[in-house]
């Protein structure tokens, strides 16, 4: 079964430095990799997907991914965090076969400090 | 405006009194899905559609059920609840199915006492 992992649990990093959040993948074949972030109180927005093709993808708000196949991972990069990226972040994996689930990972959640 | 909404945004019942949660999507899609977040565990998905009539289970449905009648709607029902389901709930929906982007509702809180 596919299965997504996030190692951290929290993250805190201060404003204006540069952010990686893991996220490692098990999947039998080229898997579709999302990340989600959900701000406070609200609910969870796309900010990037992979699908196939250039393995560094570029998403909303300045975040990037790079998805590596030889280290099974997906990781959420932005070179300099805004106060404003405070949140909780989910890499996300469509089950592969007929079922149409979706699993999340536990999530990471980022405090930006001044 | 394109949105996934939610109602209630907030509920506190009783264990065993039957209750249901709407949802409704104004962008025609035809996937829908349920969802349960709980600290440390992150998303959970309890149900999906993939359109009218056509539902299945995802990996946490005991005491759970939903309906699909028509394509807008995917309320999630909780015919007797228990302390265990108390927990923030999210739905969304996507275009066709579970390779597109999910939007998200703005999750119901619910507390079951």
């Known amino acids: 079964a596919q299965s997504v992992t996030q190692p951290d649990i929290h993250i805190t990093v201060s404003e204006g430095a540069s952010l990686e959040l893991r996220c490692n993948y098990s999947y039998g074949a080229t898997p579709y990799l999302f990340w989600y972030v959900q701000s406070p109180g609200q609910g969870l927005q796309l900010l990037l997907k992979y699908f196939s093709g250039d393995t560094l993808v570029q998403g909303i708000k300045g975040f990037e991914a790079e998805f590596k196949r030889s280290q099974s991972s997906f990781n959420l990069r932005k070179p300099s965090v805004h106060w404003s990226d405070a949140a909780e972040y989910f890499c996300?994996?469509?089950?592969?076969?007929?079922?149409?689930?979706?699993?999340f990972g536990t999530g990471t959640k980022l405090q930006v400090i001044p | 405006e394109a949105q996934v909404t939610q109602n209630p945004r907030y509920l506190i019942t009783v264990t065993g009194k039957k209750l249901t949660v709407t949802c409704s999507q104004n962008m025609n899609h035809e996937y829908m899905s349920w969802y349960r977040q709980d600290p440390g565990l992150g998303l959970r998905q309890i149900y999906y559609?993939?359109?009218?009539?056509?539902?299945d289970k995802g990996d946490v449905p005991e005491g759970y059920k939903v309906s699909r009648k028509e394509k807008r709607n995917f309320p999630l029902i909780l015919e007797s609840p228990s302390p265990n389901q108390t927990s923030l709930y999210f739905c969304a929906s996507s275009l066709s199915d579970k390779y597109n982007e999910q939007f998200f509702g703005p999750g119901t809180r619910l507390t079951v006492l």
């Open positions: 996300a994996v469509p089950n592969s076969g007929g079922y149409q689930k979706v699993t």
């Open positions: 559609s993939m359109n009218v009539e056509v539902t």
